[in-house]
């Protein structure tokens, strides 16, 4: 009897499964985990408020993207008249040019050296010009000294008639030999190189410095398109020749 007792004790004690010892709780630990998959670098873009490139930053592993934005397009010469000139007539008198329009004391011609100087320009009695710097696109000369420089017509008062000013009244035509509207249309350029230039549209003249060839084209095309002048079939067929090399 003893023994059937003391066997029932000692399986009762084999039964019985301690409880584990309690840990005493770990420090506590103000960094954060961070998931294995926000370790790269996340993909981040960047703008340049003084250029027209946005840049994409990626990880070392990818390819660092650029893209850039579109430029404006060129001016399309299929959208000018194609038409025969009409000769003669012309007077240069027939433009009535260098107008002082906004009457402040500065003709046109002054008001384009003014707009087109590099540097700050001191207008003086009479709109006289002191200081100042300019650049000849056309050929690439710079110069401190204005009475170098003419302002050219992109499109020549002469070509201008020939292309369909000889329709207009007097208003109208003053106000494309004062035009200031657009850019192209008036442009400050060495005296010699405007002279070389005269009345000649792009199939017979294109400026000394050929990197300027492209923009030259646009300019002389959009002051036709802007009022309605008529190209010849040579000017058009020299100006198509030259974007397509752009």
Not at 11 to 16: D, K, M, Q
Not at 143 to 172: I, Q, Y
Request: aromatic letters at 6%; charged letters at 25%.
């Amino acid at each position: 009897m003893r023994f059937t007792v003391l066997s029932l004790m000692l399986l009762v004690s084999a039964c019985v499964v301690p409880e584990p010892e309690q840990s005493s709780p770990a420090a506590k630990d103000d960094t954060a985990t961070v998931p294995a998959s926000t370790t790269n670098p996340p993909l981040t873009t960047s703008v340049s408020s003084s250029t027209s490139t946005t840049a994409a930053t990626v990880p070392e592993s990818a390819t660092t993207v650029v893209v850039s934005e579109p430029t404006a397009p060129s001016p399309s010469v299929e959208a000018v008249l194609i038409a025969p000139e009409q000769e003669g007539g012309y007077d240069r008198k027939l433009f009535k040019h260098w107008s002082d329009l906004d009457k402040d004391g500065c003709d046109t011609r002054r008001e384009v050296l003014i707009e087109e100087s590099r540097t700050p320009v001191t207008v003086g009695s009479g709109c006289s010009l002191t200081g100042g710097s300019w650049y000849s696109a056309f050929d690439g000369v710079e110069t401190n000294d204005p009475s170098k420089f003419d302002v050219d017509h992109m499109v020549p008062l002469k070509e201008a008639w020939d292309s369909g000013a000889w329709e207009w009244d007097p208003e109208r035509r003053q106000a494309f030999a004062n035009d200031m509207s657009i850019p192209e249309s008036l442009i400050a350029v060495l005296a010699s190189s405007n002279r070389s230039k005269g009345a000649r549209d792009p199939a017979e003249w294109l400026p000394p410095r050929q990197e300027f060839h492209c923009q030259y084209v646009d300019a002389w095309t959009e002051v036709k398109k802007l009022w309605n002048l008529s190209m010849d079939q040579a000017e058009h067929d020299a100006i198509t020749e030259v974007r397509a090399n752009c």
